[in-house]
């Protein structure tokens, strides 16, 4: 696996984030999930890392309307091509209720209606190595629009109800959106972080004859006896020629 797919394993906020959050090669292989994505799917880590996407989130067989998987892999191609970022609008996208086969018995499929997020993610030289995908369930949205209907005036009551269904509903989906985006920008912080400071081994490694570990020793040192983060100290070797 790529060392930039691996960074999320060490990044704190990709594990304590509320979003549920997955991160997929250029091959769509699941290599790493946080605990809010294994919740939102109720599926276990050791069931999804290593396995193909779309072996392990098919469409519902039962659904012939079903486009999950062409809608996605669409978004993904985007993602791999362009660099960038694609959102997709509301993608209804059952999910199978544990294994999809248990003793040759096809399993139920839980219906559910995403939001989708596709960020790129690139090494050091700047190739596209993968993606991280936010994917947040707002199925609580559309069945608390559903149960509203038609306001009915003999019966306030229920009106009231499904209106602050829909109110909690909402709350609840603009935090999650609010979480991942924090949780998006920290994790793209530490990856163009770690991409200046590889950057930086590099030159200083070059100009100085030295090793890589040690123009790395260089580095921290500089960065400790001047009191400058490291991430700072290596943007400013790579783009303006800081000697360490």
Known sequence: MNSILKEHRRAEAFRVSDAPLLVIDTDVVIRDVNPAYLKATSRSYEELVGTPLF????D???????????????SFERVFR??????????????PAGDILTSGTRKEFVPRVWLP??????DEAGRVVGALHHAEDV?????????????SSTDLSRDQRAWTAL????????????????TVAQLQHALDSRIVI????????AR????????FDRLRRYSRNHCRRLHEVARAVVEDGLTV
């Open 117 to 122: 997020v596709t960020t790129a993610l690139r």
């Open 82 to 95: 362009e660099g960038g970022r694609d959102q997709l609008p509301l993608q209804r996208y059952d999910i």
């Open 208 to 215: 100085e004859g030295i090793g890589i570990d040690a123009a």
């Open 60 to 74: 519902n067989p039962d659904d012939p309307r079903a486009d999950g998987v062409a809608t996605l892999s669409a």
């Open 167 to 182: 109110v909690l509903a909402l709350a609840r989906e603009t935090h999650g959106h609010q979480q991942a985006r924090m």
């Open 139 to 151: 199925t609580a949205i559309t069945r608390a629009v559903q149960d509203l209907g038609t306001p």
């Open 55 to 58: 072996e392990a989130f098919p």
């Open 198 to 205: 590889e950057q930086a081994k590099g030159v200083v490694a």
